[in-house]
């Protein structure tokens, strides 16, 4: 039977609207879908306390956190790290992977961050691609999110420098409880000016209609770094009309021969699960044990190594007459750094330093602790540890002055230092 080419016509249009019907049902549903499901924003609630994001007020540390997502051109460089997991009935699925969230704002001047100032403290974090609420009462979110952003993969150029990774597709089809963020090579020490990564963590878990009602992810950040400060005066002899005292360099050295207990230069892993309350380093082997602690070694010299520098040859310290009441008197800062929480017992410090214009010398090695004896001696991350050093021109020698612990109630906690 021959068909009209009316009747083939028409039967190739009907076939066609088959094909059709799948992808344009897709993309309506798709449509249906984010119209009826709310957007899921991000929120910051809390930017944690001390190290380099410090000021006293919540306020003002979240907007030092929006200015430090500008890298002083202008340019969005920075901002938060999101990794994000849906879960359905055991089956997992990886919504945000290493997601950049920035802070919507536009900056005037393009040659410099933001001033604290002129962000306003309602002050909105986008992202692209958006994601959507799955308002299924089965659905359940976890979020992990970590302060500064970095690659999601090792620099290929550079395999020591910082990023951030978490499971994949196929690790959670093989355990749907594999949602871990690991954030590679956090480096051991750095100096806590302009540009240190002041890492900071947290996590969020829960139903979008129990916990996350409002639409928002309202994230609390935790250092995960401790701080160093070490400040410096002198006594005796008055040096300052031929050039008084500054210190070259300080130098950690182990507590005994052997021991190895000082924190070496290098970096550390940590992970997070989304579950965890912090972040927490990698656990190594050692001496066929596992020891959650990063690389230690013999030494470590500040001011004079890579990343540790301060950037200046010498520093000055001021005198202080004894034989006059000074109570505004104030050590100078030798400077401070970012280091990985690790244990501190009985560390030897030293500086080189100059008298006048007479040749530099190092002292010896004063032990002092930093950490406490219920913690194991381990400093702890988010807490800034205050080391003041006294020098004694007169022929005393270098002296640990005192040591104070500053906790997110910005209180000092003055010890009493041995030296023995």
Excluded at 236 to 242: M, N
Excluded at 303 to 332: C, H, K, L, Y
Aim: some cysteine; aromatic content about 10%; overall charge negative.
């Amino acid at each position: 039977m021959k068909l009209r080419f009316q009747d083939i016509l028409k039967s190739l249009t009907l076939t066609a609207a088959v094909v059709l019907l799948p992808a344009s049902c897709c993309r309506q549903h798709k449509l249906r879908f984010e119209e009826q499901n709310p957007q899921i924003r991000m929120g910051v609630t809390l930017a944690g306390t001390k190290a380099v994001i410090s000021d006293p007020d919540n306020a003002n540390r979240i907007k030092q956190m929006i200015r430090d997502s500008y890298d002083g051109t202008g340019q969005k460089t920075g901002g938060f790290g999101v990794h994000g997991f849906k879960e359905v009935n055991h089956v997992s699925t990886k919504l945000f992977d290493n997601m950049r969230v920035y802070p919507d704002i536009t900056i005037g001047n393009i040659n410099a961050k933001p001033d604290l100032d002129d962000i306003a403290d309602n002050t909105k974090w986008e992202y692209q691609p958006l994601r959507y609420w799955d308002r299924n009462a089965a659905a359940t979110y976890q979020f992990i999110a970590y302060f500064p952003w970095v690659p999601g993969e090792a620099d290929a150029q550079d395999a020591s420098k910082p990023y951030a990774t978490s499971a994949t597709r196929e690790q959670l089809a093989q355990d749907y409880d594999d949602k871990e963020l690991t954030l590679h090579n956090v480096p051991n020490w750095q100096f806590g000016g302009d540009g240190a990564m002041d890492f900071m963590t947290t996590t969020r878990r829960g139903r979008y209609a129990v916990d996350f009602s409002t639409g928002t992810v309202n994230l609390s950040f935790n250092h995960i770094l401790s701080q160093l400060v070490i400040k410096a005066y002198y006594i005796g002899s008055d040096k300052t009309s031929d050039g008084g005292v500054k210190i070259k360099e300080i130098i950690l050295s182990e507590s005994t021969d052997g021991a190895g207990d000082v924190l070496a230069q290098g970096t550390t892993d940590f992970k997070q699960k989304y579950y965890d309350a912090k972040a927490r380093q990698v656990t190594v082997a050692v001496d066929g044990n596992s020891a959650n602690k990063a690389d230690l070694g013999a030494s470590v010299r500040l001011f004079a190594d890579n990343n540790v520098t301060v950037g200046e040859n010498e520093i000055s310290v001021p005198f202080r007459n004894e034989m006059i009441d000074q109570p505004n008197f104030e050590p100078a800062v030798i400077g401070s750094w970012l280091m990985v929480p690790h244990k501190w017992q009985n560390l030897k410090i030293s500086a080189t330093f100059k008298t006048g214009t007479n040749d530099p010398k190092t002292s010896d090695g004063v032990p002092v602790t930093l950490g406490s004896e219920v913690n194991q001696y381990v400093i702890q991350p988010a807490k800034t540890y205050i080391i003041t050093l006294l020098i004694d021109t007169s022929g005393g020698g270098l002296e640990v002055k005192t040591v104070a612990v500053k906790d997110w109630s910005d209180n000092d906690i003055s010890r009493e230092v041995y030296n023995w």
